[in-house]
């Protein structure tokens, strides 16, 4: 069973999808592909506790520059 059978901000339906989540620590960014429930109305997307605790150790890594086991994906640059 879903913790969740509607969404908590609009009410719509949820459905299970694989998303791509980006991340960010420090000066580094990290993207990751991950199941969410997501709103077919407004688009929210619910995490799983296990989930979330992933996403909050890899941004502890990227603060910490602990980058070493994640696999490079291009440059990123800032536009004035």
Do not use: N, W
Not at 17 to 28: N, P, T
């Amino acid at each position: 069973m879903k913790p969740f059978e509607k969404c908590l901000i609009c009410g719509g339906d949820l459905v299970e999808k694989e998303v791509e989540k980006i991340l960010r620590g420090g000066v580094h960014t990290a993207v990751l592909k991950v199941h969410a429930e997501v709103c077919l109305h407004c688009g929210e997307r619910l995490y799983s506790q296990e989930t979330v605790r992933r996403f909050e150790e890899i941004r502890a890594k990227l603060e910490r520059q602990e980058t070493a086991d994640f696999e490079p994906l291009g440059q990123s640059f800032k536009v004035m």
